[in-house]
């Protein structure tokens, strides 16, 4: 069984550091969608991508950045230890590149990871980070290795698809893009505008509408969280857009370390080919996305 070697938690006011060392022992058998009930795999790598081994001899190690509060992508349990999709990530990420002994993993507060990075702390950042123009302009980026959706979620006995709701049927949180790809997309919905996402979903729970439109990863977990009350489920398919969802998420390092984003790459095409990078995502989100 793999096992994750936490050092003692420091927490001061404004920080705090966790330290892992991954060990990895024998993996299972690859798991399929079909397997999982013919869940949709969004896939971004293609199979005829070159992917060439990267020079290791000068890759001495990669010290990891993440956070503790973007679960399940990464999180703290009730004992301390840092787990999620990201962590696991970074641990076959190093096993596929053979430096498993020499990987470590830091969580830190989320505004402290760019700084850190710049000042050669850690080398590469795995928490959740959207690529943009500005980031790119500053750092370097990994092939993406997902992309977030947007997705409906409705009342259970719901019928029919988003194609079927009337103009007030939907809600959506104002001022977001989430709102200005709905009327995009949608043009004859019109969306009901709300402050915030738990008046939208309040709003959905009471049945005010019939349909909340938002973050694919937040609605999926909300419906099988209690607040829900096992009211409503995912409607529809998964829609992605990077012009306005953005390229996905990656890991990001530094400009001057091209190394780490080769061997990063390299390791990520080998595990969308090998099927772990599908497991990982079954495993933490086996609804799908």
């Not at 302009?137 to 990994?142: K, P, V, W, Y």
């Not at 698809?161 to 709102?179: E, F, I, M, R, Y």
């Not at 505008?193 to 729970?205: D, F, I, Q, S, V």
């Not at 209690?226 to 529809?236: Q, T």
């Amino acid at each position: 069984m793999s096992a994750i070697i936490m050092k003692p938690l420091v927490v001061s006011r404004f920080i705090l550091l966790v330290t892992a060392i991954f060990c990895l022992t024998t993996i299972g058998r690859t798991a399929s969608a079909e397997e999982q009930g013919g869940i949709s795999i969004p896939s971004l790598f293609d199979p005829r991508d070159k992917a060439f081994p990267p020079d290791l001899a000068t890759l001495p190690g990669i010290r990891f950045a993440t956070t503790v509060d973007f679960p399940p992508f990464n999180y703290l349990d009730q004992s301390g230890k840092l787990l999620g999709f990201h962590v696991e990530l970074a641990r076959e990420i190093c096993r596929e590149l053979k430096i498993t002994e020499r990987c470590q993993i830091e969580a830190m507060p989320f505004g402290d990871l760019q700084a850190r990075l710049e000042k050669g702390i850690v080398d590469a950042s795995i928490a959740g980070i959207r690529i943009t123009p500005e980031l790119r302009e500053r750092f370097a980026f990994s092939r993406p290795y997902m992309m977030l959706p947007a997705r409906f979620v409705a009342a259970k006995a719901e019928t029919g698809g988003p194609s079927d709701l009337k103009p007030g049927d939907a809600g959506v949180v104002g001022n977001t893009l989430h709102q200005t790809m709905a009327e995009h997309f949608f043009p004859d919905l019109k969306p009901r505008p709300y402050a915030n996402r738990a008046a939208l979903l309040e709003a959905l729970r009471k049945k005010e509408i019939k349909a909340a439109f938002g973050d694919a990863v937040q609605l999926s977990f909300w419906v099988e969280a209690p607040a829900s009350e096992d009211c409503c489920r995912l409607f529809g398919e998964p829609y992605y857009s990077s012009h306005y969802l953005g390229e996905g998420l990656a890991l990001m390092s530094r400009k001057d370390q091209p190394q780490i984003t080769q061997a990063i790459d390299y390791a990520l095409i080998a595990l969308a080919r090998n099927g772990r990078l599908n497991e990982l995502y079954l495993r933490y989100f086996p609804n799908g996305l």
